[in-house]
């Protein structure tokens, strides 16, 4: 059986074994691979495994005998799904992996913004300490996280892990999902329409996946009715903000900052407004990349593997 790898790098650049894999049959992995590129590596092969490349009808159609597209991530939006399922491959991808690092990452940014740790260290390896007449000193407003009120737009697996960490913190929490899933359990915690998150909330994170009626849900709109001592976070998906309208809030200290590990396109173009925007945290798409995350990836894409093979395909996004 003949396994494609199109893009193994981001997954695994050379910390993580693909041994497991390489025992299903012939491997051919590629660290990246452009796109004019994707049919000829991919073709003859029975398996294919994707994370950012993207296979779209026009490739599809030419990669006969090709059964399974593994996507090493939760997203699928690299894969026509609908094409896929007309030629009867299965695709599947890995929904749970990161949870616990997304959740980690994102408290990464909120504690940047609250504590600025990284310009208050600065400033000491610059010597201002060194000179300081005080026995310390801040640069920043210092801000402590009890009692604060997190909103969390997107309730699943990695929302209620925020939300756990922030109820850690002493937050409270405001919760908005188009399905409730029950909280009873939860202390300090109430679903809230988006209207009453936004303006009531000190912090909120997205946590919601990308849909037509989710893009650009964080728009001049909605970052008008947030307080303007506000921050916003998202690592979830980038096209969940309008670039624009977050630079002008952040400029116009409509909101206090923001922290963001995913972009509307990614890498960034240079043009991209929010490079430049004030008080604005920008990390490169790695809250998903600690090694413990990967290592669950790859063995989750595995075992996706061996179901398909064994007859009984589990997570499977083109039923």
């Given at each position: 059986?003949?396994?494609?790898?199109?893009?193994?790098?981001?997954?695994?650049?050379?910390?993580?074994?693909?041994?497991?894999?390489?025992?299903?049959?012939?491997?051919?992995i590629?660290?990246?691979?452009?796109?004019?590129?994707?049919?000829?590596?991919?073709?003859?092969?029975?398996?294919?495994?994707t994370?950012?490349?993207?296979?779209?009808e026009?490739?599809?159609?030419?990669?006969?005998?090709?059964?399974?597209?593994?996507?090493?991530?939760?997203?699928?939006?690299?894969?026509?799904?609908?094409?896929?399922?007309?030629?009867?491959?299965?695709?599947?991808?890995?929904?749970?992996?990161?949870?616990?690092?997304?959740?980690?990452?994102?408290?990464?940014?909120?504690?940047?913004?609250?504590?600025?740790?990284q310009?208050?260290?600065?400033?000491?390896?610059?010597?201002?300490?060194?000179?300081?007449?005080?026995?310390?000193?801040?640069?920043?407003?210092?801000?402590?996280?009890?009692?604060?009120?997190?909103?969390?737009?997107?309730?699943?697996?990695?929302?209620?892990?925020?939300?756990?960490?922030?109820?850690?913190?002493?937050?409270?929490?405001?919760?908005?999902?188009?399905?409730?899933?029950?909280?009873?359990?939860?202390?300090?915690?109430?679903?809230?329409?988006?209207?009453e998150?936004?303006?009531?909330?000190?912090?909120?994170?997205?946590?919601?996946?990308?849909?037509?009626?989710?893009?650009?849900?964080?728009?001049?709109?909605?970052?008008?009715?947030?307080?303007?001592?506000?921050?916003?976070?998202?690592?979830?998906?980038?096209?969940?903000?309008?670039?624009?309208?977050?630079?002008?809030?952040?400029?116009?200290?409509?909101?206090?900052?923001?922290?963001?590990?995913?972009?509307?396109?990614?890498?960034?173009?240079?043009e991209?407004?929010?490079?430049?925007?004030?008080?604005?945290?920008?990390?490169?798409?790695?809250?998903?990349?600690?090694?413990e995350?990967?290592?669950?990836?790859?063995?989750?894409?595995?075992?996706?593997?061996?179901?398909?093979?064994?007859?009984?395909?589990?997570?499977?996004?083109?039923?």
């Open positions: 059986m003949k396994i494609v790898v199109l893009d193994g790098y981001t997954l695994n650049p050379g910390d993580l074994s693909w041994n497991r894999l390489n025992k299903l049959g012939e491997v051919t590629f660290d990246h691979t452009p796109f004019d590129k994707t049919v000829e590596r991919a073709k003859g092969a029975e398996i294919v495994f994370n950012k490349t993207l296979l779209g026009a490739e599809l159609t030419q990669l006969e005998g090709l059964k399974y597209i593994g996507v090493l991530a939760t997203g699928y939006n690299v894969v026509d799904v609908a094409a896929a399922k007309k030629q009867n491959i299965i695709v599947t991808n890995i929904p749970t992996y990161g949870t616990k690092s997304v959740a980690q990452m994102t408290f990464s940014l909120i504690l940047e913004l609250t504590q600025h740790v310009h208050h260290s600065d400033a000491v390896h610059n010597g201002e300490w060194t000179n300081c007449r005080d026995f310390c000193f801040w640069k920043y407003p210092l801000i402590e996280l009890e009692g604060k009120t997190m909103g969390i737009i997107g309730f699943g697996r990695i929302g209620q892990s925020v939300a756990d960490i922030a109820q850690a913190f002493g937050m409270k929490v405001l919760g908005y999902d188009s399905s409730k899933s029950d909280q009873s359990g939860r202390k300090a915690f109430k679903w809230a329409e988006l209207d998150l936004l303006a009531e909330s000190d912090i909120i994170s997205l946590h919601c996946p990308l849909f037509a009626e989710t893009k650009g849900i964080i728009n001049k709109k909605t970052l008008n009715k947030m307080k303007k001592t506000a921050f916003l976070i998202n690592t979830s998906r980038g096209p969940l903000i309008v670039d624009e309208d977050l630079t002008e809030a952040l400029d116009h200290s409509i909101i206090a900052g923001a922290g963001l590990d995913v972009l509307s396109a990614e890498p960034p173009p240079a991209n407004p929010l490079l430049r925007a004030r008080n604005c945290l920008i990390t490169p798409h790695i809250s998903w990349a600690t090694r995350a990967r290592a669950r990836l790859m063995d989750i894409a595995v075992d996706n593997i061996e179901a398909f093979l064994a007859g009984n395909p589990v997570n499977v996004v083109n039923k």
